[in-house]
């Protein structure tokens, strides 16, 4: 399975991207940070993510003042921004799942982990308590599979 968008889609994420999460002081927005790649290399080997991630930009290709307009591109942000709340709105589960695909990728990139101070490796070494006490209640309980 191909795990690319066309050059129109990546144009398409690229400019989705930058307006979900647009530029600071420091850091470019995060299309104009090339993320759209860590999006392919990550979340499109994923059927679940891809068919998602795929769904939402083709509909926002057909939808209707898309069309008529001739591209997203030809529309003015305010428009874009309807566009997007639209599917967020009523495509809810695959827009859960294209945003989380993009918030992912921009809060591991380097210059924003930098940037927002976060400490990774403070966050890799919490791991959760394990209770051996778990096992010893599990052992107790009687197979329900053993009484047919």
Do not use: C
């Amino acid at each position: 399975m191909e795990n690319k968008i066309s050059e129109l889609n990546q144009r398409l994420l690229k400019d989705i991207m930058n307006i979900m999460i647009p530029k600071n002081d420091e850091i470019p927005a995060a299309g104009d940070m090339g993320l759209y790649k860590q999006i392919e290399k990550h979340f499109l080997s994923s059927n679940n993510h891809k068919k998602s991630i795929i769904s939402i930009l083709e509909s926002i290709n057909l939808h209707p003042n898309v069309r008529i307009s001739g591209s997203f591109f030809s529309i003015d942000l305010t428009e874009k921004i309807e566009i997007i709340r639209w599917h967020e709105e009523n495509m809810i589960d695959d827009f859960n799942k294209f945003k989380e695909s993009i918030f992912a990728v921009y809060y591991s990139d380097e210059r924003v982990v930098r940037k927002i101070n976060w400490d990774q490796e403070k966050v890799k070494k919490i791991e959760p308590k394990w209770d051996p006490s778990i096992l010893e209640k599990v052992k107790k309980i009687e197979p329900f599979w053993k009484k047919f």
